[in-house]
Nanobody, 115 residues
Framework: VQLQASGGGLVQAGGSLRLSCAAS????????MAWYRQSPGKQRELVAR???????YYLDSVKGRFTISNDNARNTVDLQMNSLKPEDTAVYYC??????????WGQGTLVTVSS
C-alpha cells in the first residue's frame, strides 16, 4: 500500500489548512485511517483517527478545531484544520491499516503556523 499526502504549507495563526492522503495498491478495505504529527524534539503523536464505520478520535488539543473524514470508496482520508495555532506546527503523517495488508505511513507533509 502506498500513501500520498498533500496539503501542508505555511499559514498564519487562526488560519486553515486541509491535508489529504490517498492510499493506492491492492486494497480490500481500510478499517483504520489516522493522522499523526511530530514536532522537533517531540515524539510522534496521534492527532485524529477514523474507522471505516465513521467513529472518530481526536487529540484533546485539537478537538473542536480539526475534523477527520474519509472516503471508503476512494481510500482517502482528509484532515481539515481550522483555527491553527503555532503549536500545531509539525510534520503530519497519514497512517492506515488495511484489512489485507500491513500498516503504512505516508511521507509526511510539513505544516507551519506562524504567530
Amino acid at each position: 500500500v502506498q500513501l500520498q499526502a498533500s496539503g501542508g504549507g505555511l499559514v498564519q495563526a487562526g488560519g486553515s489548512l486541509r491535508l489529504s492522503c490517498a492510499a493506492s495498491g491492492s486494497i480490500f478495505s481500510i478499517p483504520y485511517m489516522a493522522w499523526y504529527r511530530q514536532s522537533p524534539g517531540k515524539q510522534r503523536e496521534l492527532v485524529a483517527r477514523i474507522s471505516s464505520g465513521g467513529s472518530t478520535y481526536y487529540l484533546d488539543s485539537v478537538k473542536g478545531r480539526f475534523t477527520i473524514s474519509n472516503d471508503n470508496a476512494r481510500n482517502t482520508v482528509d484532515l481539515q484544520m481550522n483555527s491553527l495555532k503555532p503549536e500545531d506546527t509539525a510534520v503530519y503523517y497519514c497512517y492506515v491499516i488495511p484489512s489485507n495488508s500491513y500498516e503504512s505511513w505516508g511521507q509526511g507533509t510539513l505544516v507551519t503556523v506562524s504567530s
